[in-house]
């Protein structure tokens, strides 16, 4: 199921925790939200997050948004809050072995799936950002920018992407000609003319045309005039 509940409605000016109040209302709960970090990357691994947040003012987070919104030190400082107030949460790391083997869409499907199997609450209902996800174990919803709108979401989100750029970091420290400290494995114009100069590192996703043609794999694009 990817629709709210018979009868329940969320007002444009809810807030963050709209979605959440309205499904308790309805004896939805716990309410798990899941996301990812990493699909678009041509390196490094793909992450998922899942996280039940406490009703009330306990599971009010400071500061919480969308993980792409916040620094990096508000990313941290949210992650240990909703990791010390989070009824349940859970990280997967999907290698770059993996998402090659799979494709990039199955292994986030994969990843999103595992990471609410890891809850160690079972989940009422799940809330997933942008599109549906079948095979959770619960019903749910698939939100437009739900990192954004939903506070599970959003923490679910961060710890995501915390626990990636956290790897990110650790891989540039055996791969510092990559720089993947800076753009965490994202294409960007460093990237590029490392991966030109260098080649493809240990952990670059092969199934990347720019990856594959950086090892002599796929053509080279045709100079203009």
């Known amino acids: 199921m990817s629709i709210l509940p018979k009868g329940a409605t969320v007002r444009r000016d809810a807030g963050i925790y ?3 109040r309205a499904l308790r209302r309805h004896g939805l709960e716990p309410i798990a939200g899941v996301d990812e970090a990493g699909r678009g990357a041509c ?3 793909l992450v998922a997050g899942a996280a039940i947040l406490p009703g009330g003012r306990a599971g009010i987070i400071p500061g919480l948004a969308d993980s792409k919104l916040l620094t990096a030190a508000a990313r941290e400082r949210c992650y240990e809050e909703i990791v010390r107030r989070a009824v349940a949460w859970s990280v997967v790391v999907v290698s770059h072995e993996e998402c090659d083997r799979l494709g990039m ?3 986030n499907i994969e990843a999103l799936r595992r990471a609410v199997a890891k809850l160690e609450v079972p989940a009422a209902y799940v809330l997933t950002d942008g599109f549906p996800v079948d095979g ?3 019903p749910g919803l698939a939100i437009w920018k739900g990192d954004r709108v939903a506070a599970c979401v959003a923490a679910a989100s961060v710890l995501a992407k915390v626990t990636r750029d956290r790897i990110m970091l ?3 420290t055996q791969w510092p ?3 993947f400290k800076t753009h ?3 294409i960007t114009a460093t990237h590029t003319a490392a991966l030109a100069e260098h080649g493809p590192s240990p952990v670059h996703r092969m199934r990347f045309v720019n990856v594959r043609r950086a090892a002599g794999l796929e ?3 045709e100079m203009d005039g």
């Open 184 to 186: 965490k494995g994202y």
């Open 136 to 138: 959770l174990g619960a």
């Open 219 to 221: 053509p080279l694009a």
């Open 18 to 20: 709209g979605y959440e």
């Open 105 to 107: 869409h199955v292994a």
């Open 43 to 45: 390196a490094g691994p």
């Open 177 to 179: 000609a990559y720089d």
């Open 170 to 172: 650790e891989l540039d």
